[in-house]
């Protein structure tokens, strides 16, 4: 009898309420020339009848009854020891697969020869919610990445056994041994990018958000086993460096995320300690706008609080030596940075300084200060400088830089000069940048456009957070004092509509203040205010009183200027508010809104550029200048609670998208993939 193509090892416990969905997906397969091995580890569920019905139904199926739980590492063992089928492959027994996933996969190990062929990168699903988890990218450039998602590739059979290759028998990480092991072996890993697997995260699942001592103890042994076997094989310097980054970000996880009594995380420290031949990544920072973080300065827009986030994050990614750098020492930057207790950990370095001469003022080059012997990376987050440098030896400092708009380039009011200046600034970063990320598929579609010779696939899409770490806040007391603070006459039932952003035309305040001044008059409201929040307001109080001067003072005392926000005060004005409206023209991510929906605040916005691509589903979207879309989205707002209960639920589950952890690791993760690939 012909040999299977493919073994499919399914390790079964308790999964019953799941476990048809899972089967009917793997003996429906267009690939008819595959055994099923179903090991069933010991379930008290029904798990063993639905197999046994399944089998005398389907020949291909063979169950593997094991009486007692011995854990998926050695059902999937017995599988793998079972198996006759040229490849292998296994699947969990609450996911499934589409239809023709194992003939995608084998027809191309069948093209390639591949002793490895990984599907599409999985889709995982909790609940409602469907992410991908991208791994193939980096497994593209070097096989050493393919970490996990084991479970959406095959494995030529032959190979697995002349490697001996199981997994381990562990609690946790048994899964990364087997994939890392068999990656770093093989001669090929090939791609099959439309193969499709789906992983259901699912309540009780075997990965808790919290480690038990027990898991912590698997885990540790799992990191000491991939050390071991990487520095045994005697792997090339650039994949070894690969895994023990690898390691180390995966164990800098654990030590922040799953562990929970201080011996836990001594044992965690201890075998991060022992990957100290991982040469890190030393990255220099760009911090010219960091300067921003004095509590005086009114000018912290969105562009600070993406470089300020992103530093905290990477600061706390144990794969990096972070470097701030300045292009041109300022005194008053570094001053900053001395003074506050986040940022005078960092050493600070500058390419230039400034010194008076003859009662000239000079720039000095600091040759010195940036060489490729020191340094790895820079990364740009407010995509204003270039680096420059003197190569040495071959060596090269890789750029990134992050892409926030291209507002200059697409509005008429910036004068050309600024617009040709910020073209060329640009320009010149590209020359230099091997990868650029951008805050929207919005931003990077634009940015498209003007530099079409940009490669598409060296541009990433990272999407911002909220600035700060919002949540509802409700406290009328603290409101009443902030109230206050800003000069405002507090009411014992403050309604109001808050917005909060910069006074740039395209921010459409004006006429979002002309549509509620006409919904009020309307509907003869007399007990809802508009309170503005922002920097600069007397340039915008002028064209106010001159735009509406037709106005009643009294129409006019609705709306309030509070003027710059302090940054503790922002999450109670937020979560106090009726609303929150933000009609720009255009954004290159648009962080008000979706910090609105993190406070629970039901949004207006607008349905242009990058807007719809943070809101989603969860706020009413009009097209800027409509005055009756916007007249009408205000009358939605204010009379129906039912409709305001509906965006603030929505809105809430909007905002947990989105978060630095998930940005920085894909930066984190990118910037390594580039360094230890020597990718330009």
């Not at 921010?507 to 919904?519: H, S, Y």
């Not at 503790?568 to 106090?576: C, G, I, Q």
Request: proline content about 3%.
């Amino acid at each position: 009898m012909k040999p299977a193509c493919v073994s499919v090892i399914i390790p079964v416990y308790n999964t019953a309420p799941w476990l048809r969905r899972c089967l009917d997906s793997v003996v429906g397969q267009t690939l008819r020339e595959i055994e099923i091995i179903a090991v069933n580890d010991g379930s008290t569920d029904n798990s063993l009848e639905i197999l046994r019905e399944y089998a005398a139904a389907d020949n291909r199926v063979k169950i593997i009854d094991g009486a007692n739980n011995s854990g998926a590492a050695a059902a999937r063992n017995a599988g793998i020891d079972a198996a006759t089928g040229e490849y292998l492959g296994f699947i969990d027994s609450d996911d499934y697969i589409d239809m023709d996933f194992y003939e995608k996969l084998y027809r191309k190990a069948q093209a390639t020869g591949a002793e490895i062929v990984k599907g599409a990168d999985w889709r995982r699903i909790t609940g409602e919610i469907v992410e991908t988890d991208r791994f193939n990218d980096r497994i593209r450039h070097h096989r050493a990445y393919f970490s996990t998602q084991y479970v959406t590739a095959i494995f030529k059979t032959g190979f697995i056994h002349e490697n001996n290759l199981y997994f381990p028998g562990l609690l946790v990480g048994e899964d990364q041994v087997f994939s890392i092991k068999a990656a770093v072996l093989s001669n090929k890993v090939a791609i099959e990018g439309t193969a499709q697997y789906y992983y259901i995260r699912r309540e009780g699942s075997a990965n808790p958000l919290k480690y038990s001592s027990a898991q912590v103890a698997a885990f540790v042994e799992s990191r000491r086993l991939l050390l071991e076997f990487s520095l045994s094989r005697r792997i090339d310097e650039q994949t070894h460096r690969i895994i023990a980054l690898s390691l180390l970000a995966d164990t800098e996880h654990v030590i922040r995320y799953r562990t929970i009594t201080d011996d836990d995380t001594r044992a965690v420290e201890t075998i991060k300690e022992t990957i100290k031949d991982a040469k890190k990544i030393h990255l220099l920072f760009e911090a010219a706008v960091l300067g921003r973080i004095a509590s005086n300065d009114t000018s912290r827009s969105g562009i600070f609080w993406v470089a300020y986030n992103l530093l905290r994050y990477l600061a706390n990614d144990c794969r990096f030596v972070i470097t701030l750098y300045l292009a041109t020492d300022n005194a008053v930057v570094r001053d900053v940075f001395r003074r506050h207790d986040f940022f005078k950990k960092f050493k600070c370095v500058s390419a230039a300084y400034r010194v008076k001469r003859n009662n000239k003022v000079e720039l000095i080059s600091n040759p010195v200060a940036v060489s490729p012997l020191d340094y790895d990376a820079y990364f740009n987050s407010a995509s204003a400088e270039v680096l420059k440098y003197t190569a040495v030896d071959g060596l090269m400092i890789r750029q990134f830089c992050v892409l926030h708009d291209t507002i200059p380039l697409l509005l008429a009011h910036f004068p050309a000069q600024w617009r040709i200046g910020f073209y060329s600034v640009l320009a010149a970063i590209f020359d230099s940048c091997p990868h650029c990320f951008c805050v929207s598929q919005s931003c990077k579609n634009d940015f498209l456009r003007f530099y079409p010779y940009l490669d598409a696939n060296k541009m990433t899409v990272t999407p911002n957070a909220t600035a700060q770490n919002l949540t509802p806040v409700k406290n009328a007391e603290r409101l009443k004092t902030i109230f206050n603070k800003y000069g405002v006459k507090y009411d014992e039932t403050p309604k109001y509509i808050f917005s909060l952003c910069s006074l740039e035309p395209r921010k459409g305040l004006l006429f979002t203040i002309d549509c509620f001044l006409k919904f009020i008059a309307k509907h003869h409201i007399d007990d809802l205010y508009f309170y503005l929040g922002g920097g600069a307001w007397a340039t915008f109080v002028d064209a106010l009183r001159q735009k509406f001067a037709s106005c009643s003072e009294n129409e006019l005392n609705k709306v309030i200027t509070l003027g710059y926000v302090d940054d503790e005060d922002v999450a109670l004005l937020y979560s106090h508010s009726l609303f929150f409206t933000y009609i720009s023209e255009y954004e290159g991510f648009g962080m008000p809104p979706l910090e609105a929906m993190s406070c629970g605040v039901p949004v207006i916005t607008s349905n242009t550029s990058s807007l719809p691509e943070v809101v989603g589903d969860a706020a009413i979207m009009i097209t800027p200048n409509d005055e009756e879309a916007c007249v009408k989205a205000f009358e939605d707002l204010y009379f129906n609670e039912n409709r305001r209960a509906e965006l603030r639920e929505k809105g809430l589950a909007r905002a947990k998208l989105f978060s630095w952890e998930k940005t920085g690791k894909t930066i984190a993760d990118k910037i390594v993939e580039v360094v230890t690939n020597g990718n330009s």
